[in-house]
C-alpha cells in the first residue's frame, strides 16, 4: 500500500474510466500513459471492466491499474484476476475490505462523513476515498473531517475538475484526486484518443505546477 500511495502522490490525477467496449482500453491507456497520466481506475459499471483491466495490464505493465465501483466479493475476485493494483469502493463493505484482505489486495473504500472514517479505521484503514466529494461539501467538509483526524489520508473523488483540483491537492493529506473529464463517455464512445491525451497532458501539467 504505502508503495502504491508514494505513485498516487506522484500523479496525482486518477482518470476514473467506465468502458463500454473492452479494446478501446488499449488506446485509451496509451493516450493516458504517453501524455503523463501512467494510471487508470476501470470501474464495474460496466459488464467489460474485468476484460478490459486485463488487456491494459498486458499492454501497459508500466501502468498502475485500479478497479472501481467494487462492490462486493465477487468484483473483487474478478479485479485480482485480471491484474487490479488495487480496488476502489464507493461505500465502506467490510464483507468487501475482508476479501480483499483475503487475496490480498490493496482497497480504497468511499467515505464522506465522521462515522465512516471511525469505521475504516476500526478495519485498520487510513487511505480512503471521500466520496462523492463536491455534493458532500467539498474542501470545506475534507478539512472539517481531518481535523479530528489528522492520520487520514484521502482520495477525493466526484466533481473534480480543472477548476478545482489544484484546490484540493494544497491539502497535505490528500494523496490524489479521482476525475473523470479526460476520459468522458463520450470521449472514449467516439474513440477520441488524440483529445484524451491532450486533455491528459494539459491535466498532467496542470497538477504538476501544484
Excluded at 485480482?80 to 461505500?91: C, D, L, M, N, W
Excluded at 468487501?96 to 462523513?113: F, L, S, Y
Excluded at 482520495?155 to 484526486?177: E, F, H, W
Aim: aromatic share 4%; net charge positive; with cysteine.
Amino acid at each position: 500500500m504505502q508503495e502504491m500511495m508514494i505513485r498516487l502522490r506522484q500523479i496525482k490525477i486518477v482518470p476514473v474510466i467506465a468502458i463500454e467496449e473492452a479494446k478501446d482500453i488499449i488506446p485509451l491507456g496509451h493516450a493516458l500513459a504517453d501524455n503523463g497520466l501512467p494510471i487508470a481506475e476501470i470501474t464495474f459499471r460496466t459488464e467489460r471492466a474485468a476484460e478490459a483491466i486485463s488487456l491494459l495490464k498486458a499492454e501497459r505493465p508500466d501502468m498502475l491499474i485500479g478497479a472501481g465501483t467494487v462492490l462486493h466479493g465477487e468484483h473483487v475476485r474478478q479485479a485480482k484476476a485480471a491484474g487490479a493494483t488495487f480496488v476502489v469502493s464507493p461505500g465502506l463493505n467490510p464483507n468487501t475490505v475482508q476479501a480483499c484482505r483475503q487475496i490480498g489486495i490493496p482497497i480504497i473504500p468511499g467515505v464522506n462523513n465522521a462515522s465512516t472514517i471511525e469505521q475504516a479505521l476500526e478495519l485498520g484503514i487510513d487511505f480512503v476515498k471521500f466520496f462523492p466529494a463536491e455534493p458532500s461539501g467539498g474542501m470545506v467538509m475534507i478539512k472539517a473531517l481531518l481535523a479530528p483526524y489528522p492520520q487520514l489520508q484521502v482520495m477525493p473523488t466526484g466533481g473534480i475538475s480543472v477548476k478545482n483540483i489544484r484546490d484540493y491537492l494544497a491539502i497535505p493529506q490528500i494523496v490524489a484526486c479521482g476525475g473523470s473529464w479526460m476520459v468522458s463517455a463520450q470521449l472514449i464512445r467516439n474513440k477520441e484518443w488524440k483529445k484524451i491525451g491532450k486533455l491528459a497532458r494539459e491535466a498532467a501539467a496542470l497538477v504538476n505546477a501544484c
